[in-house]
């Protein structure tokens, strides 16, 4: 007996301090994992593709609040991808995940973030995936996800992912301002690391010496009722690859971006977006480019939904070097026909609040003299200039 009572008395002396911080802490699981599986047509002379794919925000995430008093807040969250294909191994904290403090005078965090042009782009942005086979942002956009300005060893990488304006960047020190009645201003800029760091291009006398490339992003977004509007301004500094001297030139981009949404009724919303981009690509040359997307979004009956976007790219005017990437600007040369269009047509059936699946189908037609547009993830930039392509997929979302 007094050997069972002693065993007891430990259990629930080692159980009492696990049991105190379950009930003090705040700490949260939350998460999505989509899974998309589809048909690319990559264009003349390029094989079909089935491609199985984990886009949209497929995250598991924790976060967790600690009140300081005085209405002050510490937070913190951690939110990584989760690539259900078993294929896109990266490590934690790849998505939205910062540190920082919160209280009536606003939220100031550091981390990885979406940067304020984005957030302010979503709000009219309706119809469409961003990512996947059914993703439309990269035409208007350049596409939407990770980037990382402050790449310290490989200028003009996919890391920097020059051509995007809808960045979930690193090193953020973020700013956002109280609601005031719908109403809210967002800043950040990012960390110029590589100003710091001993860069391999940095050296010889057409390095781009000393370069810290880095984000500025500025917007003001208004939500209230059915209606929601967004404004902003980015600006990249140092970004792509140096180039030789006495050429080379700052390698600045900026653009500013309007959007806005209307829901009609509770069930139709409707949407529009404009994009105004510049890059400097030498000390001498520019290249221009304006986009504009409208969408809408209509919850027919029940569960039953349909969806429908289309994104226009003007021609990307001026002369130097391309800027690549999917959503790239191709330099006119006075020709004209660097721009493109998209368009894309879902169904959709939610099976509850959190578990939903879509169809749908994505065309993306490129002007004559360019091939910087195609579907998702497919590599089709070998086939000819002015190529139409297509891509077909049903796509599974489930939130917890």
Aim: proline share 4%.
């Amino acid at each position: 007996m007094k050997k069972k009572l002693m065993a007891v008395a430990v259990a629930g002396a080692l159980a009492a301090p696990a049991l105190a911080v379950a009930q003090t802490s705040t700490v949260q699981i939350y998460g999505r994992i989509t899974y998309e599986y589809g048909i690319i047509d990559q264009g003349n002379n390029q094989h079909d593709a089935d491609y199985a794919d984990s886009p949209g925000g497929s995250a598991i995430g924790f976060r967790g609040e600690e009140k300081l008093g005085g209405g002050l807040s510490a937070w913190f969250q951690c939110e990584s991808s989760a690539d259900v294909r078993a294929l896109d191994q990266t490590g934690f904290c790849t998505r939205n995940s910062a540190v920082g403090f919160k209280g009536g005078w606003g939220n100031l965090h550091f981390g990885r973030w979406d940067t304020p042009m984005k957030r302010a782009l979503n709000v009219g942005t309706v119809g469409a995936e961003e990512t996947g086979i059914l993703g439309m942002s990269f035409l208007p956009f350049g596409g939407s996800g990770g980037a990382d300005a402050s790449n310290t060893n490989n200028f003009g990488t996919d890391t920097q992912q020059r051509q995007r304006w809808k960045r979930r960047e690193a090193a953020l020190s973020y700013y956002e301002s109280p609601n005031f009645n719908g109403f809210q201003i967002l800043g950040a800029f990012g960390a110029g690391n590589a100003l710091a760091d001993n860069n391999p291009v940095d050296v010889g006398p057409t390095a781009n010496s000393n370069a810290g490339p880095r984000i500025w992003s500025l917007a003001g977004t208004y939500q209230s009722g059915p209606l929601g509007i967004g404004l902003a301004y980015e600006r990249h500094e140092s970004m792509g690859a140096p180039v030789p001297a006495p050429n080379q030139g700052d390698l600045d981009d900026s653009g500013w971006g309007l959007s806005a949404s209307y829901t009609f009724g509770g069930n139709v919303k409707v949407g529009a977006t404009y994009l105004d981009t510049e890059y400097e690509n030498s000390a001498t040359t520019k290249l221009k480019r304006k986009t504009w997307t409208i969408g809408v979004d209509w919850r027919i009956q029940g569960p039953h939904s349909v969806q429908a976007q289309y994104a226009y790219a003007d021609d990307c005017k001026g002369f130097g070097p391309n800027i690549g990437g999917n959503g790239g600007c191709t330099a006119d040369l006075g020709l004209g026909g660097t721009g493109g269009d998209a368009i894309s047509l879902a169904y959709s059936y939610a099976f509850s609040k959190r578990t939903r699946v879509k169809f749908g189908w994505v065309r993306v037609s490129n002007d004559g003299n360019t091939r910087s547009f195609r579907v998702g993830n497919s590599a089709g930039l070998a086939a000819p200039n002015g190529q139409d392509v297509d891509g077909y997929a049903f796509h599974i979302q489930h939130n917890f």
